[in-house]
């Protein structure tokens, strides 16, 4: 009965890894705000404004030719910059839990180094969860869950892409409920930061308030989108490399100071 009661992992604390990523961030603001928006704020408000472009507002809001071509590209791209951010905020965020002071240059290599599996990675996962989702909405989630922290697995484990799946299924069992609760709360957080910025952009916006081709092509609106999807990404990406370092502390007793060793 001992034994079995040691080897039951410990339950996660949410508070504690959302106040851990608040505080991670709040130590490095500008060198993940900074990746954050290039990596993804920017790239993504780009492809947004693209894609209203390709929108014949005057022809009952009918698609332009090379439309359907400009989302595969920009998709592929939006894919490749986000992994790169992944990766090199987990490097970050475990580096700074480590006690170290990470910097851009370093993140940065760290993310190049890994965007190749990690955009495999994501395509896996995307494809799974979405099936799980096709059969039921209740496997899809735990699959979701299961699997969240499978990309600092890759980047801080190196497990290999499959190998990532494992790790990751193996370090969340047991808590998979609490981490669902722990993504409602972040979906809450993200929901309002969505509607803030979307409200302010709105209102900066005036008489495009009513066309939402122009809504979506104006300059107020192309920042709203910078701004929101840089934070969404930021405290994702960070999110998910403190709960993998958590989860670690739980399941094996690990503390963060083994990343000194895997970065080295």
Do not use: H
Request: aromatic content about 8%.
């Amino acid at each position: 009965m001992t034994d079995i009661a040691a080897a039951a992992p410990s339950k996660l604390d949410i508070a504690r890894v959302i106040s851990g990523t608040f505080a991670v961030l709040g130590r490095n603001i500008v060198p993940f705000g900074l990746l954050a928006l290039v990596l993804s704020g920017i790239p993504t408000a780009v492809i947004a404004y693209f894609q209203a472009t390709n929108i014949d507002p005057d022809a009952a809001f009918s698609l332009r030719p090379g439309y359907f071509q400009a989302v595969g590209f920009s998709g592929l791209a939006a894919l490749i910059t986000s992994a790169i951010l992944q990766g090199a905020l987990v490097y970050g965020t475990v580096q700074d839990m480590n006690g170290q002071r990470p910097g851009i240059a370093d993140c940065l290599a760290t993310g190049l180094r890994a965007f190749l599996p990690l955009i495999g990675l994501t395509i896996l996962l995307a494809i799974a969860i979405v099936f799980g989702m096709i059969l039921l909405i209740v496997p899809g989630i735990m699959m979701a869950c299961a699997w969240c922290v499978a990309v600092p697995s890759l980047v801080a484990d190196r497990t290999g892409v499959f190998g990532a799946f494992s790790r990751s299924a193996e370090l969340t069992r047991g808590n998979r409920w609490r981490i669902f609760a722990l993504f409602v709360v972040v979906w809450v957080i993200a929901l309002v930061i969505g509607a803030v910025v979307g409200a302010i952009a709105l209102a900066l916006s005036f008489g495009g308030a009513l066309d939402p081709v122009a809504l979506a092509r104006s300059p107020a609106q192309v920042v709203g989108n910078v701004v929101s999807n840089t934070l969404s990404a930021l405290i994702g990406s960070t999110g998910v490399a403190v709960l993998y370092v958590e989860l670690r502390r739980l399941r094996e007793g690990a503390g963060p100071q083994w990343l000194a060793e895997i970065f080295s």
